[in-house]
């Protein structure tokens, strides 16, 4: 038996939002993130260069949004296991905390490889 509730696109909706309204309130890491975020994207609107750069640099911030949502559950599932200081709870956590790592270094990369083609290779 799955612990699922039917599926309805509305109610689904709602539950996504909640989700991200919990992480939101309680993961500082996301916060940050998050506000980061809207002020790159704000920032990217009045910025001169290309539509393609600009919509590269703003939808290359969602793998870190995405990452850090991803290891808040990570982190959720294992304290709700176990309270107890073990290994593979370690080990979970320390893996969902190097998505976050990948996730800003991916990003950093297109940075770089976006603005270098929009400032040096033309």
Same mark, same amino acid.
């Given at each position: 038996m799955r612990n699922q509730p039917d599926y309805h696109l509305f109610? *689904?909706?709602r539950y996504a939002l909640q989700g991200f309204v919990e992480v939101l309130? *309680? $993961?500082t890491s996301f916060k940050i993130e998050v506000v980061g975020s809207v =002020? &790159?994207?704000v920032t990217l609107i009045f910025?001169?260069?290309p539509f393609? @750069?600009?919509a590269v640099l703003g939808?290359?911030?969602f793998p870190v949004l995405i990452a850090e949502l991803a290891n808040s559950a &990570? $982190?959720?599932v294992v304290d709700l296991v176990t309270q107890e200081r073990r290994p593979l709870a370690k080990h979970a956590k320390d893996a969902g905390a190097t998505m976050v790592l990948f996730s800003l270094i991916f990003t950093g990369g297109v940075? @770089? =490889?976006t603005l270098y083609l929009v400032y040096f290779a033309s």
């Amino acid at each position: 038996m799955r612990n699922q509730p039917d599926y309805h696109l509305f109610k *689904n909706t709602r539950y996504a939002l909640q989700g991200f309204v919990e992480v939101l309130h *309680n $993961e500082t890491s996301f916060k940050i993130e998050v506000v980061g975020s809207v =002020v &790159i994207w704000v920032t990217l609107i009045f910025l001169s260069m290309p539509f393609w @750069a600009k919509a590269v640099l703003g939808l290359s911030l969602f793998p870190v949004l995405i990452a850090e949502l991803a290891n808040s559950a &990570i $982190e959720r599932v294992v304290d709700l296991v176990t309270q107890e200081r073990r290994p593979l709870a370690k080990h979970a956590k320390d893996a969902g905390a190097t998505m976050v790592l990948f996730s800003l270094i991916f990003t950093g990369g297109v940075w @770089a =490889v976006t603005l270098y083609l929009v400032y040096f290779a033309s």
